[in-house]
């Protein structure tokens, strides 16, 4: 399919904080006070920031929200999502390219063709700058319609996720062998598509709030999870593997043991991002 250009820049379909978000950086390096900030101001600042993402779960006062008029497209974008992830498998939705998904919602009525205001919406979520709703993240996948070539990907048994060749599965075999049949992969490969039915799942039960589903999942485009990391829990732990609590865990106290291992996000970091210790960071 032949994309369309798009400015790189806000996007017309969202209210915007008048606030500028200040450039953030990672907790383990200097934080510098901005030129023309006071003191005061600043560490306003960032204990502000901070109860945000003690809290990420939470709407707070500059939170920006998609508008009111473009909520019924952000509802049928998910309910589209949703059918066309039944339609081709859960673990085929892992890796379905964005071209390929529209034809294949364009072949089956079950589905339906995504509409133009629909693919508007889309485009816009993926060419904003994320960070004028909080999140401060690299981008790693620059392209709306990135393809992930199932032959360069491996898929890991009783998991139903996929895991890139290379780094990835290397790393992921090692640990399975140092931590012990109780670590188990809660996330691999996810493309565009799969991202896009994340956040915007979580955008919506969110009542359209874009910064509140930033802080704790990454907008299409900007995870890690497209070209390299993965996730780990523990086995019985279910959906506390995804909370503050997977710390506790016998699989989490033997990763914290192992010096070559590091998180993407860490408690405590300055990327918009709430802490998360389950998220194995394969590349820098």
């Not at 200040?22 to 390096?29: F, G, N, R, T």
């Not at 640990?175 to 956040?199: A, C, D, H």
């Not at 704790?216 to 503050?244: C, E, K, M, R, W």
């Not at 043991?257 to 970091?269: A, C, E, H, P």
Request: positive net charge; contains cysteine; glycine residues 8%.
């Amino acid at each position: 399919m032949q994309r369309r250009h798009f400015i790189k820049s806000l996007a017309a379909g969202f209210i915007l904080s008048s606030v500028a978000p200040l450039s953030l950086v990672e907790a383990s390096e200097p934080f510098p006070q901005p030129l023309g900030v006071s003191s005061s101001s600043f560490d306003s600042h960032i204990k502000d920031y901070l109860y945000k993402m003690e809290n990420f779960d939470q709407s707070h006062p500059e939170d920006l929200f998609v508008e009111k008029e473009l909520q019924p497209v952000l509802r049928s974008c998910v309910a589209r999502l949703k059918r066309l992830e039944i339609l081709v498998g859960h673990g085929n939705f892992y890796l379905l390219g964005f071209d390929e998904g529209l034809s294949f919602a364009s072949n089956y009525p079950e589905v339906g063709a995504f509409t133009g205001k629909e693919i508007d919406f889309l485009e816009r979520i993926f060419y904003t700058d994320s960070s004028v709703y909080g999140f401060i993240g690299e981008k790693p996948i620059d392209s709306m319609t990135l393809n992930i070539k199932k032959n360069n990907t491996v898929k890991i048994p009783q998991s139903g996720n996929y895991l890139y060749r290379g780094p990835s599965h290397q790393i992921y075999t090692k640990l399975k062998k140092i931590v012990g049949e109780k670590m188990y992969l809660t996330s691999g490969i996810r493309g565009v598509v799969k991202q896009f039915l994340l956040f915007l799942d979580k955008v919506e039960s969110s009542g359209g709030n874009l910064s509140l589903a930033s802080r704790s999942l990454a907008p299409p485009g900007y995870s890690f999870h497209g070209i390299a990391d993965f996730d780990v829990g523990q086995a019985g732990y279910g959906a506390l593997n995804f909370t503050d609590r997977f710390t506790k865990t016998e699989v989490f106290k033997k990763l914290e043991d192992l010096d070559y291992i590091s998180l993407r996000y860490t408690k405590g970091n300055f990327k918009g991002v709430r802490f998360e210790p389950w998220h194995i960071r394969v590349f820098s």
